[in-house]
């Protein structure tokens, strides 16, 4: 097994510009997230999902989309990158939901300029 | 606001010794502790997880200290090692899952 892919590793995005960030996994787990870190604040939780077709805003949601069209792919959409949105982002999924062992992938470095 | 408040910020042990870190919640609701590891460059994995139904849960060298009444919990590392350096993360989990902000270890040969 991959287990949680992300690609790409690295962006460099101009303000105003849009990117999709694309993370897989091959595990057949039914929730899946995504979290932005930034120095000193930690992991924080952007959207979720608890099963193809179902997402909810997390503690971070705004300037970001996602969708789940199938169990396997997790994509995040920034529609109007922001020098704010400059951070690492980790897609993350666990089998049975946000009470479960997380399995992280290995980011993606963003910045905006 | 910081729904889980960890601290200290960054932790330097020597070798043998034993590392601290503690988490405090306010949220009642949360009922899922767990703790993550991070490598520089990596994502985070788990390391130990604990319910508030019991006070103390220990896997190898590493236990977590529960203590529902206080909403604190906290890491104890025994015997710190130098490949335990690597910033740790408290966790708590209800409806959503909030991360505090790390705790960079340093163990010292």
């Known amino acids: 097994n991959a287990g949680v892919t992300q690609t790409p590793k690295f962006q460099v995005l101009k303000t105003g510009q849009s990117m999709t960030l694309q993370c897989a996994q091959d595990m057949n787990h039914e929730y899946m997230s995504w979290y932005r870190q930034d120095p000193g604040m930690g992991l924080r939780l952007i959207h979720y999902s608890v099963g193809a077709g179902i997402t909810d805003q997390g503690e971070v949601p705004n300037g970001y989309n996602v969708s789940r069209s199938t169990t396997e792919d997790f994509p995040l959409r920034l529609l109007s990158a922001a020098p704010s949105q400059t951070s690492v982002y980790f897609c993350?999924?666990?089998?049975?939901?946000?009470?479960?062992?997380?399995?992280f992938g290995p980011g993606t470095r963003l910045t905006v300029l | 606001q910081q729904q889980v408040k960890q601290s200290p910020q960054s932790l330097i042990v020597q070798k043998g010794g034993i590392s601290i870190i503690n988490c405090a919640y306010e949220n009642t609701a949360f009922d899922y502790f767990p703790w993550y590891q991070q490598f520089p460059g990596k994502g985070p994995a788990l390391l130990i997880a604990i319910r508030p139904d019991v006070s103390e849960k220990k896997e190898g060298r590493f236990t977590i200290s529960f203590n529902k009444s206080a909403k604190q919990f906290s890491l104890h590392i025994m015997d710190s090692q130098p490949g335990d350096s690597a910033t740790y993360f408290c966790?708590?989990?209800?409806?959503?899952?909030?991360f505090g902000t790390g705790t960079s270890l340093t163990v010292i040969p």
């Open positions: 993350a999924s666990s089998l049975s939901g946000n009470k479960d062992t997380q399995y």
């Open positions: 966790a708590a989990s209800g409806s959503q899952f909030y």
